[in-house]
Nanobody, 125 residues
C-alpha cells in the first residue's frame, strides 16, 4: 500500500492540527495503521496505532488525552487529531502500515510494511 501524509504546518503552543494519511494501491482495511514521528536530533518515536477496523487504538503515554487516531476505510484515509500541542511535539510525522492482516500490535512493535513521506509539524512557544 502507498501512503501519503499531509496536514502539517506551523501552530502555536496549545493549538490543534489534524494530520491526514491517504492510502492507495491495496485494500486499505486489510492494514493496521499508525503514526510515528522523528524530532530533530532524536530517534523515531511511536505516536499512535489503530486496528484495521478502527475498533482498537493505542497511544504512546505522552500523547494520551491529547491525540486521537481515526480512520475512514470507505475513503482510504487515516487521521491524527492533535490538540494541546507543545513545542516538544515538533517533528516530522509519518504514517505507516503493517503487513496485510497483521494485528495492531505489529504497528506498536514497528513491524511495518509501508511508510508515507512525512509531514512537518512545528509548534512555536
Amino acid at each position: 500500500v502507498q501512503l501519503q501524509a499531509s496536514g502539517g504546518g506551523l501552530v502555536q503552543a496549545g493549538g490543534s492540527l489534524r494530520l491526514s494519511c491517504a492510502a492507495s494501491g491495496r485494500t486499505f482495511e486489510d492494514y493496521s495503521m499508525g503514526w510515528f514521528r522523528r524530532a530533530p536530533g532524536k530517534e523515531r518515536e511511536f505516536v499512535a496505532a489503530i486496528s484495521w477496523s478502527g475498533g482498537s487504538t493505542y497511544y504512546a503515554d505522552s500523547m494520551k488525552g491529547r491525540f486521537t487516531i481515526s480512520r475512514d476505510n470507505a475513503k482510504n484515509m487515516m487521521y491524527l487529531q492533535m490538540t494541546s500541542l507543545k513545542p516538544e511535539d515538533t517533528a516530522v510525522y509519518y504514517c505507516a502500515a503493517s503487513r496485510p492482516t497483521a494485528p495492531i500490535k505489529a504497528v506498536i512493535d514497528s513491524d511495518l510494511e509501508s511508510w508515507g513521506q512525512g509531514t512537518l509539524v512545528t509548534v512555536s512557544s
